[in-house]
């Protein structure tokens, strides 16, 4: 069974540029979530997407933004880039349904990230 | 606001040694809890977790963990390091409120260097 698959691995863009970033869940897996790793932050919940609906949100600005496709698919987007959002973004996937989450005590698999840099 | 602390920043042990890696959660009923490693430039790879039951946990590679309510303590631990256990550690709780309810709450992470 193929894992959670991030893409891009790796990329650099220039401040003020807007980023898109891509995640294919495990196979059946319905939840997509996303999480934010910096250096002085630590690992931060940005979204989750379940049926193509944004879920629950962490404490990030508008700039950041998602969405799911009816494939479970998802894509998160950042606007008006600026240098403190270079990090590793992780997307999870987890086997949820409407009104079981992962406090239902499923697991959330991560996938390897994608790591931006912003100059 | 429920939060989970992992004490030590850095840890050095022999190759041989035992291990053990603290974690604290704030939490008011029995939590899940989980334990990742991220080797460097990967992403997370679930080690084991806890959602009720028996209190020793057994994960993979070896690792295991003690849930103790009475001191909110996720200890994980290993008998024998080996150096490809060199990695950092996070530990997490599902989050029970707000906007991350149903999501990881993160520990800023242990990283563990491991000495011939």
């Known amino acids: 069974k193929a894992g959670v698959t991030q893409t891009p691995r790796y990329l650099i863009k220039t401040r003020g540029q807007q980023v898109t970033l891509s995640c294919s869940p495990i196979?059946?897996?319905?939840?997509v979530s996303w999480y934010q790793q910096t250096p002085g932050q630590g690992l931060q919940f940005l979204f989750e997407?379940?049926?193509?609906?944004?879920?629950n949100k962490g404490n990030f600005p508008g700039r950041f933004s998602g969405r799911q496709f009816s494939n479970s698919r998802s894509e998160m987007n950042v606007s008006t880039l600026e240098l403190g959002d270079s990090a590793l973004y992780l997307c999870?996937?987890?086997?949820?349904?409407?009104?079981?989450?992962?406090?239902?005590?499923?697991?959330?698999?991560f996938g390897e990230g994608s790591w931006l840099t912003v100059v | 606001a429920q939060s989970v602390t992992q004490p030590d920043i850095h840890i050095t042990v022999s190759e041989g040694a035992s291990l053990e890696l603290r974690c604290n959660y704030s939490?008011?009923?029995?939590?899940?809890l989980f334990w990742y490693v991220q080797s460097p430039g990967q992403g997370l790879q679930l080690l084991l977790k806890?959602?009720?039951?028996?209190?020793l946990v057994q994960g993979i590679k070896g690792f295991e963990a003690e849930f103790k309510r009475s001191q909110s303590s996720f200890n994980l631990r290993k008998p024998s390091v080996h150096w490809s256990d060199a990695a950092e550690y996070f530990c997490?709780?599902?989050?029970?409120?707000?906007?991350?309810?149903?999501?990881?709450?993160f520990g800023k992470g242990t990283k563990l260097s491991v000495k011939p």
């Open positions: 997490a709780v599902v989050s029970n409120y707000g906007g991350s309810q149903g999501n990881l709450i």
């Open positions: 939490y008011g009923a029995t939590p899940y």
């Open positions: 806890y959602f009720s039951g028996d209190t």
């Open positions: 999870a996937s987890s086997f949820t349904g409407t009104g079981v989450t992962l406090l239902s005590g499923n697991t959330i698999y």
């Open positions: 196979s059946g897996h319905r939840s």
């Open positions: 997407y379940f049926s193509e609906t944004q879920r």
